[in-house]
């Protein structure tokens, strides 16, 4: 029986766990959720996720969201090095995932629901909250960018699922024009991503075409 992933093609959220799971070389069924139709909101789906949010992992009986945990997951059931080799590198990585959960991805998810999804439902973004979240990536940023003039990755020096973590505002930031594009050490890692994980590349391709063509046929332009 086979991993199912649920989740919006869209989503920087689903990206994290299909370029891991690729690099893993672990198979996964996608079940495609369209987060713009309230899909994520049926009856059935919230008995997957109460939350109403995607992605989410049905391992037979056993259902999982969150992405990191997911990942974690799957690197346990793959036997794979992603989640680190020592008992110490395992904890530097729990360590940032965490950072990443409370003081990193927070804020741009933060950013995309009042600059992307309220121009879909035809609401103003509020921008003390838009200021508010860019203070707080800036701060994380100034962490990141310092930390990475000394390591090509975020623990090891070598690719672990923490990288994808962090990585995942970059899936939106130039629609959302969160400020990370100010932090060079930031862009060269992500660009550093890209150019050597092939699976951090394709996904990229497919939020672009996802969330550019819902902005298209909604008649957005940013």
Known sequence: MSIKIYGDPGSGSLRRITSAAAVMGVE??????????????????????????????VDGDFVLYESSAINLYLAEKAGSDLAGTT????????????????????????????????????KPADESIVNLAAAKLRAGASVLDAHLAKHDYIVGDRLTLVDFDIAGPFSQNERTKI??????????????????????????????????????????KL
């Open 179 to 220: 400020p990370l594009n100010e932090f060079p050490n930031l862009v060269a890692w992500q660009q550093r991503l890209l150019e050597t994980v092939p699976a951090w590349a394709d996904t990229k391709r497919e939020v672009d075409v996802r969330i550019d063509t819902a902005l298209e046929a909604a008649g957005i």
């Open 28 to 57: 996964i069924e996608r079940v495609n959720i369209d987060l713009f139709k309230g899909e994520s909101h049926t009856p059935e789906y919230l008995e997957l996720n109460p939350h109403g949010l995607s992605p989410v992992m």
């Open 87 to 122: 008992t110490r590198e395992r904890y530097e990585i729990l360590q940032w995932m965490f950072w990443s959960g409370e003081q990193w991805r927070v804020f741009a998810t933060l950013t995309f629901d009042e600059v992307l999804a309220k121009r879909f439902m035809g």
